[in-house]
């Protein structure tokens, strides 16, 4: 059976957001996220803070954090939170434009 660390390790390259990214927002070093990878005892409080930085619910790995109540009425903190919503809106529009100054770029190349 996997471990916190281990579980955590999964979910967070599962997610494709990079570790660097994750260190940071949390404060900490990816030397520390690798360590943290190798312990069995996470605490529930770094599990739900990397859990609203990847967007997943521990919870459903983690049958504990069911049975303390951690996740029951908490789950709109993994998903509702504005700021991280606006955060990506304006990351996939300016990708978007990106996106068509290239296309717009190729057509034009094309056509001559």
Known sequence: MEHRGEIIEKEIRES???LTTIAKRMGKTRQWLYLLFENPNVSIDHMLEIG???YHDFSKNIPEL???GVSEGKQEAFYDTKSEVQLWKDKYFTLLEEHNALLK??????VK
Do not use: V
Not at 105 to 110: A, H, P, R
């Open 16 to 18: 494709g957001i990079p």
């Open 52 to 54: 609203k930085i990847i």
């Open 66 to 68: 069911k049975l303390n």
């Open 105 to 110: 770029q190729f057509l034009t190349l094309k």
